[in-house]
């Protein structure tokens, strides 16, 4: 069975610190790999998409790299802030679209 | 304002009874997606469907039902045969459902009375 593993389940930082959340998956024949923001209570907020044929993706003080042969990708957030605080998902996607989610890790910035 | 809305916000289910989740898109998007999200776990995919009058099952599809009349709108039913209905309810969207990004609604939290 294909897992996606999110560790830590939660993260604690002082503002200013950076952000580093890991991500694995067992089946390295991913299509893509997605990261998300979730708020507590709302939806999901897509950050960023690398696709199997990137290595890296950049938004801002958003970096996510992904390594296919050690089925991992890491999304680093630089010099966190308070509303850097939330829950952080992973997806791996499949060729028909279909996505398979990680736990999470809920992060709090403290100021 | 493109984007995808949900209705309700809350949903109360009493025993026994079947009730139908909102979900519409303006984003003129072929495929859509509804999961469930259970406390300190991720979202599991309950239907999809890239196109009109055409849906797949997902992994946890038993006790739901979906349809797919328009293109802009994915209903889904929670069904009397779901014995853990309560759950936070998201639908997405995207645009050919082939891998690209998807665009999630606010989302529903289903609460059994």
């Known amino acids: 069975k294909q897992e996606v593993t999110q560790i830590p389940a939660a993260l604690s930082v002082p503002e200013g610190e950076n952000l580093v959340l890991n991500c694995s998956f067992t089946?390295?024949?991913?299509?893509?790999l997605q990261w998300f923001r979730q708020d507590p209570g709302k939806g999901l907020t897509s950050l960023l998409l690398?696709?199997?044929?990137?290595r890296e993706q950049t938004s801002g003080r958003l970096n996510a790299s992904l390594d296919k042969s050690s089925g991992r990708s890491t999304l680093y957030i630089a010099a966190s802030q308070p509303g850097d605080s939330a829950t952080y998902l992973c997806?791996?996607?499949?060729?028909?679209?279909?996505?398979?989610f990680g736990a999470g890790t809920q992060v709090v910035v403290t100021p | 304002d493109g984007g995808i809305t949900q209705s309700p916000k809350y949903l109360f289910r009493k025993e026994g009874q079947n009730v139908t989740l909102s979900c519409e898109q303006n984003l003129n998007h072929d495929a859509m997606y509804w999961y469930r999200q259970d406390p300190g776990q991720g979202l599991r995919l309950i239907y999809y469907?890239?196109?009109?009058?055409?849906?797949q099952k997902g992994d946890i599809a038993e006790g739901y039902s979906v349809s797919r009349e328009k293109k802009e709108s994915f209903p889904l039913t929670v069904t009397s045969a779901q014995k853990n209905p309560t759950a936070f309810y998201l639908c997405a969207s995207s645009e050919r459902g082939s891998g690209e990004t998807q665009y999630f609604g606010p989302g529903t939290r289903l609460l059994v009375l």
């Open positions: 089946d390295s024949a991913i299509y893509n």
């Open positions: 469907s890239q196109i009109v009058n055409d849906f």
């Open positions: 997806a791996r996607t499949d060729s028909w679209g279909k996505l398979q």
């Open positions: 690398i696709q199997s044929s990137q």
